[in-house]
Structures are given as structure tokens and as C-alpha cells.
């Protein structure tokens, strides 16, 4: 999986969470519970979104690393690498 395949399923998932939001408009670095306006329990449904979607285990304490877009595509870019490595 490329890293745009990536970026575009962390952003169709976010979309998921916050239809009213365009999350591809989003800067990459910028904090997603901000722009959004999504809270906790929203960063916990996106979490495991993209557990179930990327078949990606992600423990509560990487969480943090998915706040930002671009922290969320190289956080599963890694992951899925090491799984297929």
C-alpha cells in the first residue's frame, strides 16, 4: 500500500467521523481533534477504523501518533511495512 493509498483512507475515514468536514483540506501537521472539531470519542472511532479497514493493530498508547494526518500515514506505513516485511 502506497502512501497516498494511505493518506486517502485516513481521510475517507475521518470524512466518516465528521461528515461535515473536508479532512482533504486539512494541513498535514495540523492537529486533526482542532480541526475537525472531533473529541475523544471520535478519535476513538476513527482509531479503530482504520484498525478494521488496514488490519493494523494500533494499542491506545499510539493514539497520539494519529492526531495528525501526516503523523497517521507514516505511523500505518510502518506498521503495514513491518507486517509485510
Known sequence: MTPQDIRAAVIEELENIAPEADA???PGDADLREELDIDSMDVLNF?????KRL???IPDRDQPKLLTIDGAV???Q?????RTG
Do not use: I
Open 47 to 51: 482509531v479503530t477504523a482504520l484498525h
Open 24 to 26: 482533504s483540506a486539512v
Open 55 to 57: 488490519k493494523v493493530d
Open 74 to 76: 507514516a505511523y500505518l
Open 78 to 82: 510502518e506498521k503495514l511495512a513491518a
